[in-house]
Structure formats: C-alpha cells, structure tokens
C-alpha cells in the first residue's frame, strides 16, 4: 500500500549543474512513483555529428549546451525498479543520470539496475543503445525488452540484436496496443499505435499510468491528423503529454523537402490546441528536438511563444510525479 507524500511543485528540476558534459543532479529524492526526463533532442541529439551551422554551435562550444536523444526514465522508490521507455545511443550517460537520482545496489556491471525497457519504435533513436547490453559492453543478464510484433521480430530476426537473445543479456516481451502492461503495483504502460515511417516495425506512443496521474508520450508521429485518434481526446485522459516537437516550424531545414520528413510542427501543434482551455494546454510539453529546432536550447524567442501559448516544454532532469499533487501541499 502506497502512503502519498506530496510533491513541492508538479514538475521538480533537480538539474543544478553540468559536471563534465553530464548532469550533476541534487535535491530531496522522491518517495512516491516518477518520470525523469533523461533526454529531449531528436534522434541524432545535440549537437548533431558533423553540424558545422550556427545552430549547433553552442553545443559545440559548451558541453552544458549538448541534450541528449529523447528518452524517458520511470521509477518506483518503493520497490528500488527502474525501467527506461527507448534505448537511445546516449543509454550510458543516461544510466548514469538514472544513477544519480534513483541509485540502485548494482555491484557488477552486469547489473544494469534496470527492470525494463519499452520500445517506441525501430529508428536509431530509439533502439541502438540495445547494443550497450550485450556482451563487449555491460554483459547484461535477462534485462527485459518489451516490444511490439513487428519490432519483436526484427530484434529477433537480424544481427547483432539477435545476439543479444541467444546470449540472454535481453528477455523480449509482447506489447499489444491498448493492453496495459503492469511494471509493478500501481503502475502500468499502455501502448498505443501511430502513424509514422514504419519500415522496420510499428510505431507506439505510450500512456504511463501511476496511483494517481497519467502520463501521455508520443515522441514521434506524422501529423496528428494522419492518426485515427483525436489528439484533444487523448489530452483530456491524461495529466501531462509530452509530445512530438521535432520541427518548430516548416523551413526549419533549408535545401530540404519537409514533407520526407513528417512531424507536427511545434507551430501546427500549437495552433490546434490554442483554443483548448488554459489547463488543458498547460499539460502539453514538447520533446524529441531536431537540432534545428531553437527549442532544443532550452531559452529564447521561440521558448518564450511557446510559453506564452501556455505550453511548455520538456527539460533533461525534470521528474513528473505519478501521484495527485494537491495544490498548495508540499511534502
């Protein structure tokens, strides 16, 4: 049985400082079950490999600038698990920043301290850091790796990740779109189709549901019309959503035809949700930037119109508690 402890704030920044490229986190760690940011850039991060414009310039020049490929870490204090929605090619700085916040009693490498992984999808994003599990790095034993049919079957069917079953350092378990999967008492993930480049395997976000709020992540999808769900509908089940923000807006990528590359635009998103009421948007927090997108540094004029939209936007190291936070209650 869970006792509630309330949380100073709905979303708690414990990023006070960058040591050495990496997040320095501090600050009480909660008792109650949580999300952790641990990454907010697209899939090739920040600053992208051979990025030689203005836009990956500061990142290139301050390492506190650089963010990590968009991923997800959740968090049960009471049972010391952890699971991380996407392996992403940042996975061990990102098991490090985990460290800090949710340490774990790991005495050997091959205990990665991790309960799960979900998969979203099979773009290098969001499943390479799968490599960091096998057997010339952590030798992990029977870490499981929730997948979809189509994503299942790739792992299973090409190399190295097929490696990585036969030597048992991964466990695979089904996913199956709108059937929760219980991690543990009171927390359950939900995957959900959507409409994206599927060349490998589907597409799913997720719902991540806690004793008390729900977390809606959908990092990576066409456009919100291509999906056979509402996203207003979607928004109205959850407490937070953290959504695609790839693109800010079309132009983002001079020489290039957008439409190869389908997202919603920041500017799209914001203007079909502009008319919701003033709490709704407030739940909407973007993530998964391309390093042309100016919110992928974190300040400026287009984080300041995204705030003035009432929305906001996702920062490495921030938690999101899985439990009603009682206004004006703190812990």
Known sequence: M?????????VLLLVLGMVLGGCAMQGRRPSEPFIVVLGVAQDAGYP???????CCAPA???????RHVACLGIVDPETGQRWLIDAT???????????????VAADNVSQVGL??????????GHYLGLAQLGREVTGARGVAVYAMPRMRAFLEGNGPWDQLVSLGNIELRDLAAGVPVELAPGITVTAMVVPHRDEYAETVGFVI?????RVLYVPDIDKWASWDRRIEDELARVDVAYLDGTFFANGEIPGRDMREIPHPFVEETMGRLGALPA???????FIHFNHTNPLCRGEGAAVRRVGAGGFGVAREGELMPLVRVPSGEVE
């Open 2 to 10: 869970r006792h509630h402890l309330f949380w100073p704030c709905t």
């Open 48 to 54: 992208q490999a051979a990025c030689r414009k203005a």
């Open 60 to 66: 290139w020049r301050d390492a506190s600038a650089r």
């Open 89 to 103: 090619p940042d996975v061990r700085e990102q098991l490090r920043m985990l460290d800090a916040i949710a340490p």
């Open 115 to 124: 309960a799960g992984i979900l998969l979203t999808h099979a773009h290098i």
């Open 209 to 213: 549901a806690g004793p008390g709020r």
């Open 279 to 285: 709490s709704e948007r407030a739940k909407v927090r």
